[in-house]
């Protein structure tokens, strides 16, 4: 019997959602095939995981509406969750610029490619880029906190090392990268005079 996930024949290719590597003899082994979800015996559907939400995808919707239900489900699914606590952890972790992103998946008890993958998940990025944008932020906190009182120019040294910077030279390269400006354009764009 043909499984309805497989397209064979003449100019088609094998795979599919169910496509597994290996012959269809093993139907008992898992291979790289999706199991059903173990409580249903199937795979859930839109009504296993939100029933309120499921009566917004019925079967006779277009194909372009459903996509766009389909997301804004999906989306939903996203935003409505709680944040993930060793994400939440490791971010304030990594808010310290000492902090070394292996030390930090040790500390939460996690390995560095679930580090990874988690704030992947929450942050869109992995632990070393949110270390960066991190230190980012404080050195623009500072900036738009203006200079110390009886100055009329941030002293761009002091606050590279208050924000976690190496030196002077580390801050102008990451603020290039990650603004498109020198730190000095950036602090007269973002300074008091400029509001």
């Not at 290719?13 to 082994?29: I, K, L, Q």
């Not at 932020?137 to 040294?157: E, K, T, Y």
């Amino acid at each position: 019997m043909q499984r309805p996930d497989l397209a064979t024949g003449p100019g088609r290719v094998r795979g599919g959602p169910g496509h597994r590597s290996g012959s269809d003899r093993d139907e008992g082994r898992h291979g790289g095939r999706r199991r059903p979800f173990p409580a249903l015996g199937r795979r859930p559907g839109a009504s296993d995981l939100r029933r309120r939400d499921a009566s917004r995808l019925p079967g006779t919707l277009d194909p372009d509406t459903a996509a766009t239900r389909a997301l804004e489900l999906a989306a939903a699914l996203v935003t409505d969750g709680d944040p993930d606590p060793a994400a939440t952890r490791a971010a304030v972790l990594l808010a310290d610029p000492r902090a070394r992103a292996e030390d930090v998946a040790a500390e939460i008890g996690l390995s560095m490619r679930q580090l990874r993958r988690r704030c992947h998940a929450v942050v869109g990025y992995g632990p070393k880029t949110l270390q960066r944008v991190l230190r980012f932020r404080r050195f623009v906190a500072r900036i738009d906190a203006g200079p110390p009182s009886g100055q009329d120019a941030h002293d761009l040294a002091a606050l590279a090392a208050q924000a976690g910077y190496a030196d002077q030279a580390h801050l102008t390269r990451e603020c290039r990268a990650l603004a498109g400006l020198t730190p000095a354009a950036l602090a007269r764009q973002r300074g008091p005079a400029a509001g």
